[in-house]
């Protein structure tokens, strides 16, 4: 939305779809004091009137805190400000470029 473009979940209503993944799993490592998460996610943007994808965000990071919830919650902030930029970046060039 801060980038002017309106979010729907009606699929039907989307001329821009963006779908992915994200996974998040707990590493084994460190003291037992620190707890670490692994993340990977990849999002495809896709035109949904033509179908092909015109755009592809791949990171992996590793995020660590006292307790396995804070470096879960540090990894979802972390996946946020990654991708978030990039993706709409690339949004916007494909949709403004048309």
Sequence with gaps: NQQGFSISEDLTKAHVL??????IKALERGTPEWKY???RAHFD?????????????????RQG????QQ???????????????????KMRQYIFSQ
């Design 65 to 68: 805190h006292v307790s396995l």
């Design 37 to 39: 998460v692994q993340w």
């Design 71 to 89: 470096a879960e919650n540090r990894a979802v902030r972390k996946i946020r400000e990654a991708l978030t930029t990039e993706i709409t970046g």
């Design 18 to 23: 963006v779908r992915g993944a994200v996974e």
């Design 45 to 61: 943007m896709v035109d949904r009137k033509g179908g092909s994808v015109f755009g592809s965000v791949s990171k992996t990071g």
